[in-house]
């Protein structure tokens, strides 16, 4: 009798256990717990997924939850991809900006050599035509120095 009314007993506390609520909450330490009563304002209450009867079952969500997990990380491999392409493409576009900039600053000082060269000349003594030319390639030069010379 004490047998079967000990047996009656923990049979009713198994049974309230399997039905009643799991908790899920995260402590101050980032820590994620799991229990049947509620600690704190910080609790989420869920629902356990009950094991599938069916062996196959269990096997696709497994797989399943694989196939998730490779998905994941084929996006961080793929978002570092994106993130390692954006840098090198940064690193070139300024490489190529002081290129251009040594460039424009070389053309700067080729065209005003020139048009200190033909002042000189200038300075010296000329023909009316060669005043003419001189004259006319400075403002040319001038127009081309702007253009480099920012």
Not at 39 to 61: C, I, K, M, S, Y
Not at 93 to 100: F, K, P, T, V, Y
């Amino acid at each position: 009798m004490k047998l079967a009314l000990a047996a009656g007993i923990a049979l009713a506390l198994i049974t309230a256990a399997a039905s009643g609520q799991v908790y899920r909450w995260t402590d101050e330490d980032g820590n994620t717990h799991f229990g049947d009563a509620p600690p704190g304002a910080n609790t989420q209450r869920v629902q356990p997924q009950a094991a599938p009867a069916d062996p196959g079952e269990a096997q696709r969500r497994r797989l399943e939850t694989q196939r998730q997990l490779r998905e994941f990380e084929r996006q961080d491999r793929e978002a570092a991809r994106q993130r390692e392409l954006q840098r090198r493409q940064q690193a070139l576009q300024q490489r190529l900006d002081e290129i251009d900039s040594r460039s424009n600053q070389r053309m700067c000082q080729f065209y005003q050599d020139r048009i200190e060269n033909a002042r000189s000349e200038l300075r010296r003594g000329y023909t009316a035509d060669r005043g003419r030319t001189l004259r006319q390639r400075i403002e040319r030069d001038q127009r081309e120095a702007r253009e480099y010379c920012r």
